[in-house]
């Protein structure tokens, strides 16, 4: 008799949203996308942040992708989510977050909406030299630095339509690749 003791394995936060059917996946020219919608409107405390995060980083390792730049998109997810959700003032919003790999390796993260309203670093009224930057708008600055030190960029392209942004991360030198998604 065996004594055998089979232990289930908890699937990952990326099988789950997978089996949800809440992950769509494509691989265009070469390269690969995953993408999935997120409530706008919310709270940024909202707790979409998280998994989204999470879900990210699961897919930057699963692509092989270095830890730092693993670590690189859950920051920019979790930044760029929130601006969205502070910035977009319908809760019926969606938007959505989409992560490339180009045929050169290179990790993209697009978070888009249907917001006019382009990101900027602001300050206080009274904030004068040397004094302390405003709460407000300091992620953006430390995205952009972060890409940066990467190799990389951040840039924002307006939809087709007008009507929304699209705020492009690339986390490595990667060229332009038109297997990104067209909003």
Request: with cysteine; proline share 5%.
């Amino acid at each position: 008799m065996s004594d055998s003791v089979t232990t289930a394995r908890t699937p990952t936060l990326t099988e789950v949203a997978e089996a949800m059917g809440l992950l769509e996946w494509s691989n265009p020219a070469d390269g690969r996308t995953v993408s999935w919608a997120f409530n706008c409107g919310a709270d940024p405390a909202f707790r979409e942040i998280r998994p989204c995060r999470k879900i990210a980083v699961e897919i930057a390792r699963e692509w092989g992708q270095p830890e730092e730049v693993a670590a690189a998109v859950e920051y920019v997810v979790a930044e760029l989510m929130t601006n969205t959700m502070q910035h977009v003032p319908l809760a019926h919003e969606i938007g959505s977050v989409t992560l490339g790999e180009t045929p050169d390796g290179t990790l993209v993260v697009l978070v888009h909406d249907r917001s006019r309203a382009r990101p900027y670093r602001r300050v206080d009224d009274d904030c004068r030299v040397g004094a302390d930057w405003s709460e407000s708008g300091r992620g953006i600055s430390m995205v952009g630095s972060l890409c940066r030190s990467l190799a990389g960029r951040l840039d924002v392209v307006r939809d087709i339509d007008g009507r929304g942004k699209c705020v492009r991360a690339w986390l490595g030198p990667g060229r332009e690749w038109d297997g990104l998604p067209q909003f």
